[in-house]
């Protein structure tokens, strides 16, 4: 199949720093969208697959998973977007679309869903690369629309940050009257606050420091409890219907399911790997509580959620970069210095 060469940013190595390099995009087939990008966000997870950290990186990868953009052509057979939309691209851009799970729009548990980046592009027979790069062609399905009253540099965090936090919102039913926590206030728990809060819940955040409080309040938080006072959890006990755990990192989750109602579940959004110190089923038991787990959400979901950003004016809070910047960016993120989430203005790449 034919391709086009455009310019790109990734690595070849785990050792090595991002650098521009060039990288084949397919041609439009006919239920293609061709995609100028705009902005790409920057997540955590692109810095883990950057570094292998998980141990499943094939080099060289292009990261990128918080696309928005604009559609330069369609396939012949495209119906749902034209030349000109503001679109974009979150963390899948396939699926089977027979299974069980994608029957049900459920498409990220879909056991052949394909990864924006570090995927298999079965037209191209090469990785899939992501967005840290000129343009990007995707099957129309995968490709959502963004409502043009947002700012689209802060749209594209929606695109994994948000959804992530926003399928088990709906999922676990919150709403008006629903009392939400959220551990942790990064990318993820800043947009969880901002959508749990215009769902009509009651939001609380969890944070070890007590200088995240005006911040927690000013996106929308009702309450701040210091997670390490011992007077403050032992007031929280039995008041949450839902948990939201955002932490990246192994961490304890006793102390707070302890503060879960009776059928409250804790969701983890953040963390995959095995928990330290384990779990102690105690607090489970006695009051028939959940410990659960969740991944971005489907196509229908995250289209749900750019439509209800439009209606209720809610984008990310960010810090705009040029792509030359991303190596210093991956540092401050692993010091958490970064209010909330770093946007690659695109155009750095393209001048
Ligand atoms: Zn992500
Ligand atoms: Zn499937």
Known sequence: MKATSVKAYGTESAEADL???NIDRREVTSKDVGIDILFCGVCHSDLHFAHNDWDMTQYPVVPGHEIVGRVTHVGAGVSKYKEGDLVAVGCLVYSCRTCKNCKADLEQYCPEWVPTYGGYDKHLKTNTHGGYSESIVVDEEFVLGVP???DPAGVAPILCAGITTWSPLRYWNVGKGSKVAVVGLGGLGH??????T???AHVTLFSRSANKIEDAKALGADE????????QMEKALGRFDLILDTVPYAHDLNPYVGTLTTNGTLVVVGYLGPLDPMLVTVPLIMGRKSIAGSLIGGIAETQELLDFCGKHNITSDIEIINIQDINLAYKRMLKSDVKYRFVIDMKSLKS
């Open 148 to 150: 043009e009253n947002l």
């Open 224 to 231: 701040v409890i210091i997670s390490t006072d011992q007077t």
């Open 191 to 196: 947009m969880a606050i901002k959508l749990a």
């Open 198 to 200: 215009a769902l009509g």
């Open 19 to 21: 650098k521009q390099f």
